[in-house]
T-cell receptor
Framework: TQLLEQSPQFLSIQEGENLTVYCNSS?????LQWYRQEPGEGPVLLVT?????EVKKLKRLTFQFGDARKDSSLHITAAQPGDTGLYLC???????????FGPGTRLSVLP | GAGVSQSPRYKVAKRGQDVALRCDPI?????LFWYQQALGQGPEFLTY????????KSGLPSDRFFAERPEGSVSTLKIQRTQQEDSAVYLC?????????????FGPGTRLTVL
């Protein structure tokens, strides 16, 4: 069974600070996705990373896929209250049939 | 509508009751997924359809859970004889193509509470 761990579980920071959250596994994934989920809503896809070592930027968000395709990080620069939410990583299983989700990092950015 | 819709948004059931949860995917999307999200956790895969064919139901927790997509569009997740441990948010997602790295679009979920 492929499992994903995310850290930290909770993070509360002030507006303007930088932060990094992590997604780790002992398994190799074909691809990995990051989602943000707000209360009462479904997850919304932020990015998909496919190649080991890949770095993608989405405005103030920087995503990195580990060289071995077992881990990933999300870095947010100058966090804003609108970044508040549950950040989920999901790895595509080796059969290409579905995605395995991590438990998420709950981020709160205080004004 | 443009997105995935689910109904009802909230469902309260007494233990032992049967429930049916509906998912309307984005029109024309081939793939449809059901997930269960317990409080404070990430979504857990339940089952996957490609058109009307249920290709993977390995995540269904027991034989009390049943899903169908008879015409390859709307899907229903049915839970028989509900138990308290079934309380969770049930998410539906659809994607345009066969599974792979294609984007999944999630609905808002149905929050099921079993008393």
């Amino acid at each position: 069974t492929q499992l994903l761990e995310q850290s930290p579980q909770f993070l509360s920071i002030q507006e303007g600070e930088n932060l990094t959250v992590y997604c780790n596994s002992s398994s190799v994934f074909s691809s990995l996705q990051w989602y943000r989920q707000e209360p009462g809503e479904g997850p919304v896809l932020l990015v998909t990373v496919v190649t080991g070592g890949e770095v993608k930027k989405l405005k103030r968000l920087t995503f990195q896929f580990g060289d071995a395709r077992k881990d990933s990080s999300l870095h947010i620069t100058a966090a804003q209250p609108g970044d508040t939410g549950l950040y989920l990583c999901a790895g595509e299983d080796n059969y290409g049939q579905n995605f395995v989700f991590g438990p998420g990092t709950r981020l709160s950015v205080l004004p | 509508g443009a997105g995935v819709s689910q109904s009802p948004r909230y469902k309260v059931a007494k233990r032992g009751q049967d429930v049916a949860l509906r998912c309307d995917p984005i029109s024309g999307h081939v793939s449809l997924f059901w997930y269960q999200q317990a409080l404070g956790q990430g979504p857990e895969f339940l089952t996957y359809f490609q058109n009307e064919a249920q290709l993977d139901k390995s995540g269904l927790p027991s034989d009390r859970f049943f899903a169908e997509r008879p015409e390859g569009s709307v899907s229903t997740l049915k839970i028989q004889r509900t138990q308290q441990e079934d309380s969770a948010v049930y998410l539906c997602a659809s994607s345009a193509k066969q599974q792979g790295t294609d984007t999944q679009y999630f609905g808002p979920g149905t929050r099921l509470t079993v008393l």
